[in-house]
């Protein structure tokens, strides 16, 4: 089994930065890809960025050329640098890892507020 644990939310102005970790431990070679979510309130949870066992990255359009995704080869660790945030990227920031054989884990979650 994986476990996650996110890290590095907080509060910070829009058009800061802030970079987020998300550390795996257990059977994390049987980890395929991981990717990072997000939920603001009220709202269903939302695909930030994805990158594979291989390496292969995918950043959603609306934050792509704002945030890097990338991930540490001999750890794991996943992280997801975010550049010049708005207001309405205030969420709840999740990892998600997706084992071979399908099963997703996720973590328990990061806040992530951006106001003045």
């Known amino acids: 089994q994986v476990q996650l644990m996110e890290s590095g939310g907080g509060l910070v102005q829009p058009g800061g930065s802030l970079r987020l970790s998300c550390v795996p431990s257990?059977?994390?070679?049987?980890?395929?890809?991981m990717a990072w979510y997000r939920q603001a309130p009220g709202l269903q949870r939302e695909l930030v960025a994805i990158?594979?066992?291989?390496?292969?990255?995918n950043v959603v359009d609306s934050v792509k050329e704002r945030f890097a995704v990338y991930r540490d080869d001999v750890n794991g660790t996943m992280y997801l640098q975010m550049n010049t945030l708005k207001p309405e990227e205030t969420a709840a920031y999740f990892c998600?890892?997706?084992?071979?054989?399908?099963?997703?884990?996720w973590g328990l979650g990061t806040q992530v507020t951006v106001s003045s």
């Open positions: 257990g059977s994390i070679m049987n980890i395929n890809l």
């Open positions: 998600k890892a997706n084992m071979i054989g399908g099963v997703g884990i």
């Open positions: 990158v594979s066992k291989r390496g292969g990255i």
